[in-house]
């Protein structure tokens, strides 16, 4: 099995609707983030989180909300859905070892999201 | 907001031919990362390069992060159909603050 899932693969859905997009993770991370990928543009970050009470806005969080259910559990939502939110979205877990400055991020496989 | 711009967006060869990709930023990086990315899939990481002038080589990839920790490139040698698929580096800009700042990803198709 994926350590890291999302839920849903796709979805298609029409403007201002509501959404939420799920992801779980079985890696034992406390750090949790959401990503959206455009062509031309690599990935921007949603939001983040490094533990269970903590949330932080990324560079693109207008228009998004995100929950920290558990430590396994980070959901995305998109309050009332907006054609320019149609992207590839991706979550991921990361873990930095103590005393490194870098750490490798794990990904799930992306949901791609159509606002019509 | 820090810009990492990858060169070129895309590249299509020939099997058995050797490539370059680069990775620009007018920003420090404490750090750098390049994953490869494959349809349906999250991106995976190849490499981490940590020190100015650092080289690391990982078969037939070379992973070079430049002297002033602004750039970075990656190359390889006698690319096969299995190297295609899409590059990213990104940027890890603070210590203790493990962010990443991706690039704009260069798309890579080998053929055979």
């Known amino acids: 099995d994926a350590d890291v899932t999302q839920t849903p693969r796709n979805r298609i859905t029409k403007t201002g609707k509501r959404i939420m997009l799920e992801c779980s993770q079985t890696k034992g991370h406390d750090r949790m983030y959401w990503y959206r990928q455009d062509p031309g543009l690599g990935l921007r970050l949603i939001y983040y989180?490094?533990?269970?009470?903590?949330?932080n806005k990324g560079e693109i969080s207008d228009g998004y909300s995100v929950s920290r259910q558990a430590q396994a559990k980070f959901s995305l939502s998109l309050e009332s859905a907006i054609p320019n939110q149609t992207a590839l979205y991706f979550c991921?877990?990361?873990?930095?070892?103590?005393?490194?400055?870098?750490?490798?991020?794990?990904f799930g496989p992306g949901t791609r999201l159509t606002v019509l | 907001t820090q810009l990492l711009e990858q060169s070129p967006q895309f590249l299509s060869i020939q099997e058995g031919e050797n490539l370059t990709v680069y990775c620009n930023s007018s920003?420090?990086?404490?750090?750098l990362q390049w994953y490869r990315q494959e349809p349906g899939e999250g991106p995976v990481l190849l490499v981490t390069v940590v020190t100015g002038g650092e080289v690391k080589k990982l078969k037939r990839l070379t992973f070079q992060f430049g002297d002033a920790r602004k750039d970075s490139s990656l190359h390889i040698t006698a690319a096969q159909p299995g190297d295609t698929g899409l590059y990213l580096c990104?940027?890890?800009?603070?210590?203790?603050?493990?962010?990443?700042?991706f690039g704009t990803g260069t798309r890579l198709t080998i053929i055979p």
């Open positions: 920003s420090v990086f404490s750090s």
């Open positions: 990104a940027g890890v800009s603070n210590f203790g603050n493990e962010k990443l700042t």
């Open positions: 991921a877990t990361s873990d930095p070892s103590p005393g490194t400055y870098y750490n490798e991020q794990f």
């Open positions: 989180s490094f533990d269970v009470k903590d949330i």
